[in-house]
């Protein structure tokens, strides 16, 4: 069982920036990577940006790309979701996800956190 916990979310105006954390514990060594998704209102749930632990290569989803950016500390088991220039269109509860490949859907993720909420005011 891996068990994962997010931090960070926020209000924040457009333009701005915020910081994610997830933290990860269990049985951490079963994952090969971690995912972030967001769901905003009214919305399904969709990829944002994920990265292998063993060498944080690093994906994204083209509305994100240059905006935000994917780090791992493995010492640490721990994954960041720093987001700049923050759009009002990112507004959503965000979720981290554990998993055995960087995928860019929900599906190959066996386990999720409880979400965080990320307000962007126009």
């Known amino acids: 069982q891996v068990h994962l916990a997010e931090s960070g979310g926020g209000l924040v105006q457009a333009g701005g920036s915020l910081r994610l954390s997830c933290a990860a514990s269990g049985r951490t060594f079963s994952s090969n990577a971690m995912g972030w998704f967001r769901q905003g209102p009214g919305k399904e749930r969709e990829f944002v940006a994920a990265?292998?632990?063993?060498?944080?290569?690093?994906y994204y989803a083209d509305s994100v790309k240059g905006r935000f950016t994917i780090s791992r500390d493995n010492a640490k088991n721990t994954v960041a979701l720093q987001m700049n220039s923050l759009k009002p269109e990112d507004t959503g509860v965000y979720y981290c996800?554990?998993?055995?490949?960087?995928?860019?859907?929900?599906?190959?993720?066996?386990?999720w956190g409880q979400g965080t909420q990320v307000t962007v005011s126009s």
């Open positions: 996800a554990a998993g055995p490949l960087a995928a860019t859907t929900s599906t190959p993720y066996g386990y």
């Open positions: 990265i292998r632990w063993s060498n944080g290569n690093t």
